[in-house]
């Protein structure tokens, strides 16, 4: 059972354009929702996360949208850079049971000059 | 300094044989993880620990046996390889919103398995 479904699956933006990444859940006692960024031949790293009490994070050019009625969220890359071009995995987890993070399919992104 | 370190970074073996994985973490994390990256680049928790103790096994076959030394070691073993078992296996290590921590997965750069 796949309970967090990301899309799309790859992505191409040119230089300077804004990338956008959608997720949605099904398990409404996820709490915690983390972006990692992974470059080829390297571990996935955090980028960003959001907890549900709020609709919007920004850090950079990186920002979270969070819709928890429509148990969405996605993350959106201002002015993406050839340097952003890897997989992005959106994920979530719930209070308690070992901190475990259940990871959406992955989105590989392009970012062409 | 690296903060989660596994090895070996390659292994290529033939079907049958038995192979193990290593993992050290560095950042006095109390939760280590083991993930496998299929082809496909998903990634699927297979087992958790915390200090030294199971707390997340997934549907995993029992070839699969983990073992924590000490809450900065997690080891992976891996008995009669099959085809399927070709991936890349993660570390990652973490320490929980309970104990203070902000649940950031540290992961490892992974170890490539090749099953011939």
């Known amino acids: 059972q796949q309970q967090v479904k990301q899309s799309p699956q790859s992505l191409i933006v040119q230089k300077g354009g804004i990338s956008i990444i959608n997720c949605a859940y099904e398990?409404?006692?996820?709490?915690?929702f983390p972006w990692y960024q992974q470059f080829p031949g390297k571990g996935p790293a955090l980028l960003i996360a959001?907890?549900?009490?709020?609709s919007e994070k920004k850090e950079g050019r990186f920002t979270i949208s969070f819709n928890k009625s429509a148990k969405q969220f996605s993350l959106h890359i201002m002015d993406s850079q050839p340097g952003d071009s890897a997989t992005y995995f959106c994920?979530?987890?719930?209070?308690?049971?070992?901190?475990?993070?259940?990871f959406g399919t992955g989105t590989q992104l392009k970012v062409e000059l | 300094d690296t903060a989660v370190s596994q090895t070996p970074k390659y292994l290529v073996t033939q079907m049958g044989n038995d192979k193990s994985i290593k993992c050290e973490q560095n950042?006095?994390?109390?939760?280590m993880y083991w993930y496998k990256q299929d082809s496909k680049k998903f990634l699927k928790i297979m087992f958790s620990?915390?200090?030294?103790?199971?707390?997340i096994n997934e549907t995993v076959p029992n070839r699969f046996s983990p073992k924590s030394p000490d809450k900065a070691h997690l080891n992976l073993h891996i008995n009669s390889l099959e085809l399927g078992d070709s991936a890349v296996y993660f570390c990652?290590?973490?320490?929980?919103?309970?104990?203070?921590?902000?649940?950031?997965?540290?992961f490892g750069e992974g170890s490539r398995l090749t099953v011939l």
């Open positions: 990652a290590s973490s320490q929980e919103f309970l104990a203070g921590g902000t649940g950031e997965l540290f």
């Open positions: 398990n409404t006692a996820f709490d915690y």
């Open positions: 959001i907890r549900p009490d709020v």
């Open positions: 994920a979530a987890s719930s209070p308690g049971g070992g901190n475990k993070l259940t």
């Open positions: 950042l006095g994390h109390d939760t």
């Open positions: 620990y915390n200090n030294k103790e199971l707390i």
